[in-house]
């Protein structure tokens, strides 16, 4: 069975027309698909920036149109890629992390010293103490202590030691220092007050002072036979004298003689009653009658 029958008017125009419908679809697909125009495609410009921009911020060089034709697209592709570098301003530092500020100088001040407050008196008045004076390794003495707003409560205190205390009325007490107190010189302390410290005084001070020396070396002895009248060779410090001494007599205007032996010379202080001890030693013997000690002897005479 045929396809067409050309026999037939009809079927000879179809077949003309499908021809040419069909030619036509050639043509538009070749002008579609390779173009009729021999010129390169247009290139497609680009704008680089040096500063990156985020997607979707900035401001950015609209794209060129492509045009809908296969032959500007090639013309795009083959032209040459015109860069315009746009101007890089970099932003200011906030700050700089080196520099920092340095409040003004004020002036300088000298240290001013606090003022120190007032201690209030205390509400019992010490005036004096008798003796103030007194030298080391005497006696015991008594003292007396002279004031105002006295108490028969309060007592005498030295160096922080109560002492039994005679009131004697509200400006005068009175007690006795022993002896044990002033062994040493230096000053002791002196204040009155109650045992509970409810009322209390001022404080003062008695000085002990060392007690004189005698100023002589003990550098001999002679002794008869009945050892009875002993003599005692001493030596001035000062002037190198010799200076004899018998029991009693008083040497240097206040120290008396008490003792003589080989070992040592004890004297006595006439005013202070302080005894010293002088041991025996070798002193300067080139001076004097007496400088050298009589031996002892047996008998007056050797002779039959």
Known sequence: MALVDLSKPGEKKKLIFAGVLGLGAILVLYWVLIGFDSRSPAPVRTTASATPQRPGTGTQRPAAAVPASPQVMDVARLAPIEYLPSSYSAPEAKRNIFAYYEPPKGPVTAPSTPT?????????????????????????????????????????????????????????????????????????????????????????????????????????????????NDTALLQDRNNKSIVSAYRGDVIGGRFRVTSISEKELVVVDTSLKIKHILPMTEGDKGSGPLSRPTPRVDSEDDEP
Do not use: C, H, W
């Open 116 to 228: 120190p407050t007032a201690t209030p008196p205390p509400p019992v008045l010490l005036a004096s103490v008798s003796p103030s004076n007194v030298y080391a390794r005497t006696a015991d003495f008594k003292l007396e202590a002279a004031g105002d707003k006295f108490t028969p409560e309060m007592r005498i205190f030295v160096d922080g030691r109560e002492l039994p205390t005679t009131y004697k009325g509200p400006q005068q007490l009175s007690t006795t220092i022993a002896a044990s107190f002033i062994t040493a010189p230096g000053a002791r302390q002196v204040v009155v007050r109650t045992p509970d410290n409810r009322l209390y005084s001022n404080q003062l001070s008695i000085n002990v002072a060392a007690a004189p020396t005698p100023n002589y070396t003990y550098i001999g002895i002679i002794s008869p036979q009945n050892r009875v």
